[in-house]
């Protein structure tokens, strides 16, 4: 192509090429502030603002023509569309502030309260022959009647917003993601607000010339959900959004060219096409994505199960047994004998599994839980042959907090309902240092490093050494002094408060 051809080519096409320009530049400037309302919340808002628009423009139409007798013009209008969408902003606060309704419900009324204000007006016969609203136009999109000074409103609009953002980068990241550490450290959360609401009524405005008022929210939250879902970082998220409104507005544009159809529904079509691709095939937050998480997931209630399993018998197992009598629904067995094989708590050996140390001591845990919680639910009054399987579910509930509560509840039983032994308390006696005596079993020694009440009470002094024996009919400790012989019985408060050395 010749520059003649060149030439040639723009004047035929001048209005296509203004409807690429204006549709390039609303839609990075939408991408870009929509990431600020996902982030933010306020999706609805942004409606709330496109709707209530319409009352700015009645209203700059009646006040420059009806009262004044002058000619409305786009930089008018749009500072009439900017004053409603912050009235509205405005409107919201005080109702949400002043009365106990919550701010969606708030939203809801003013906007549609405001956007009804504006049909009103426009309705009445004596003002509809001063106002010359394309309803066509504001409601699906006008983006082939874009003229040389909507491009320049629109490009000074990109300044101002794009101006804004790189300016404000820091304050509209900490509102986003913390607004309360914002306001501590002297950020004006409630200006950044109103800023960023202004910046979302001038896209808005200027966006309702490419895909309308119904659809212009489609534009700002789209491409910014797209990006939300492949980048945790605030600037990638930006870029993404950015590149995602313009791909959606040039591939929907084409679209209506060669469907024959208006270009705003188009455009929303593909950037929702986007979305859903993206949507489907995000390789941390897609769908697919989730679905081979959750297919290969091994829950923990499982892998507990099969640990127990396997210590039940006397710490080793054939896997086909494991698999035969270990199992969960929609979970694989199989899987989980995988996951345990690589976190080093279960090893192969001769056809069989076994646990490991580091297993062992799990299964363990877990089977102190689990006689703990049976002895608990027939302290409760449940029958002994019904504690089993309720404590099957409980035991799972075996954080070291909450087990050590349960067996100081209920006294350090040493058997649960069915006579097996509790294990002992292992955790804080291995980890050495100070332990109540209460945790001693029979056959224990050690050294008292603190008596506390018991010092008076019993006698015992601190850097006795003593012989722990069985526990009594009243679940007493019974205990003789190595050094003096004296026998002492100690009851449950008092071991409690007696800190001793195990040797």
Not at 180 to 185: T, W
Not at 474 to 492: R, Y
Request: charged share 15%; with cysteine; net charge negative.
């Amino acid at each position: 192509m010749n520059h003649a051809d060149l030439i040639e080519w723009h004047v035929n096409n001048a209005g296509m090429i203004k409807a690429l320009i204006a549709g390039s530049l609303i839609s990075v400037a939408c991408g870009v502030i929509g990431c600020f309302i996902i982030l933010r919340r306020m999706s609805f808002l942004a409606d709330a603002v496109a709707h209530s628009m319409l009352a700015g423009v009645v209203g700059s139409y009646l006040i420059l023509r009806a009262v004044f007798g002058f000619q409305a013009n786009s930089i008018i209008i749009l500072i009439g569309a900017l004053f409603a969408g912050l009235l509205t902003v405005v409107l919201i606060g005080i109702v949400t502030k002043v009365s106990r309704v919550k701010e969606d419900a708030a939203i809801g009324i003013m906007y549609t309260g405001i956007f009804a204000l504006g049909g009103f007006f426009a309705s009445i016969k004596a003002f509809s022959k001063y106002i010359d609203v394309d309803l066509v136009g504001f409601i699906a999109g006008s983006v082939v009647a874009t003229t040389i000074g909507d491009l320049w409103m629109l490009a000074i609009v990109c300044c101002i917003v794009f101006g804004a953002v790189i300016l404000f980068y820091r304050q509209l990241l900490l509102t986003c993601f913390d607004p309360v550490m914002a306001a501590s450290i002297g950020v004006p959360v409630l200006a950044i607000d109103y800023l960023l609401t202004a910046c979302t009524s001038l896209v808005v405005v200027c966006g309702v010339n490419i895909v309308g008022v119904i659809l212009v929210v489609a534009l700002l939250i789209t491409p910014a959900a797209t990006a939300y879902l492949l980048f945790d970082r605030l600037n990638r998220m930006l870029i993404a959004s950015a590149f995602f409104g313009l791909l959606g507005f040039w591939s929907g544009y084409f679209v209506s060219m060669w469907t024959g159809n208006a270009p705003g529904p188009s455009v929303v079509v593909m950037s929702t096409f986007i979305f859903l691709l993206t949507l489907a095939c995000a390789p941390k937050y897609g769908m697919i994505a989730d679905w081979l998480r959750k297919r290969n997931q091994v829950p923990q209630e499982l892998v507990e199960d099969i640990m127990a399993f396997i210590l039940k018998n006397g710490g080793e197992a054939s896997p086909q047994r494991i698999i035969d009598s270990v199992s969960l629904a929609n979970y694989s067995t199989k899987q989980a004998l995988s996951r345990l094989e690589k976190t080093d708590e279960i090893e192969s050996e001769n056809e069989f599994i076994r646990l490991t140390k580091q297993g062992r001591r799990t299964a363990r845990k877990l089977q102190r839980a689990h006689r703990l919680w049976e002895t608990y639910l027939e302290s409760t009054g449940m029958s002994p042959d019904q504690v089993h399987a309720a404590a099957h579910v409980l035991e799972h509930v075996n954080d070291e907090e909450a087990v050590d509560y349960l067996d100081h509840k209920l006294g350090h039983p040493l058997t649960d309902p069915h006579g097996a032994e509790i294990p002992e308390d292992f955790v804080h006696i291995e980890a050495g240092g100070l332990i109540r005596l209460s945790l001693l079993r029979e056959g224990d020694s050690a050294v008292v490093e603190d008596a506390g009440p018991a010092s008076e009470t019993l006698g015992i002094e601190n850097g006795a050494k003593i012989q722990i024996g069985p526990r009594d009919s009243d679940n007493k400790w019974t205990a003789v002094n190595s050094v003096t012989g004296e026998e002492l019985s100690i009851d449950h408060d008092a071991a409690d408060h007696i800190w001793v050395i195990k040797k």
